[in-house]
């Protein structure tokens, strides 16, 4: 997909990685972007192209809403997300219901709802933000991680359920970027204009996954090798963080 002149949706596009997706779509000729927040008077792009829409990834009636106003729609980026640091043992069990409400059945909910708009639009893309901690967990990110776990097979499955109807399902993978849900990480973080401008540039190309960083194809190339290996290396790196 060329996103020149597309119609596009932004899930929490009202600071970091999603403001970044709305500049990006714009600076690349999309001809309209609905951003939307839970709060939309947050919302501050002064761009005629962009429309400011309610949509609370915890609230279906929102998410209906969002799907019955944005008709046109021919591409959805799901970036919306929280990390709430809870742990999953000893960590608050509404804390960890909240991160899989919102990582996983918010994104399949805008998901299933658009999946229809997208169809009648003529197939278009829909595109997951994830993160390196879908394939590996790290301490104080329990609950986060089970959670981008989860939404990154969703992310697979949804691919092959939605081929048939002409839509590409991207996921998009990261490690840290410097962002206000980041703000409390010490180590390396990279700028979060990257994370559009590559995954646009992979919507382009057809691809299917986005590696953005080093960090993140660091951790995909371990999948393979030895656990116990990889975790005695990656607390030695978070460690020097």
Same mark, same amino acid.
Do not use: C
């Given at each position: 997909?060329? &996103? ?17 997706? &709305? ?7 999309? %001809? ?12 501050d792009f002064d761009d ?28 959805? &980026? ?36 658009? %999946? ?8 278009g893309a829909v595109v ?34 939605? $081929? $048939? ?53 660091? &951790?995909? $190339? ?20």
């Amino acid at each position: 997909m060329n &996103v020149t002149d597309q119609t596009a949706l932004v899930t929490g596009a009202n600071r970091g990685i999603g403001r970044q997706y &709305v500049l990006e779509l714009l600076e690349r000729g999309a %001809s309209k972007v609905y951003a939307t927040a839970r709060r939309p008077e947050s919302l501050d792009f002064d761009d005629t192209r962009v429309v400011p829409l309610r949509l609370d990834l915890l609230d279906h009636e929102s998410v209906l809403a969002a799907a019955a106003a944005a008709r046109d729609v021919t591409l959805v &980026v799901n970036n919306a997300g929280i990390s709430t640091g809870a742990t999953l043992v000893t960590g608050d069990l509404a804390a960890i219901r909240r991160e899989l409400d919102t990582h996983f059945w918010g994104t399949l909910d805008v998901i299933r709802e658009f %999946s229809p708009v997208l169809a009648a639009n003529g197939g278009g893309a829909v595109v997951n933000v994830l993160s390196a901690l879908s394939w590996f967990a790290a301490p104080g990110a329990g609950a986060y991680a089970a959670a981008k776990a989860a939404e990154w097979n969703l992310t697979n499955a949804v691919r092959l359920e939605l $081929a $048939a109807q002409g839509t590409l399902v991207q996921g998009v993978l990261l490690g840290a970027a410097d962002t206000d849900i980041m703000a409390g990480y010490d180590g390396p973080k990279i700028d979060p204009r990257d994370v559009p401008r590559r995954s646009l540039d992979g919507l382009a190309a057809g691809s299917i996954e986005v590696i953005v960083d080093d960090w993140t194809a660091m &951790v995909k $190339a371990s999948l393979s090798g030895d656990r116990a290996a990889f975790y005695t290396k990656i607390t030695e790196l978070l460690g020097a963080a």
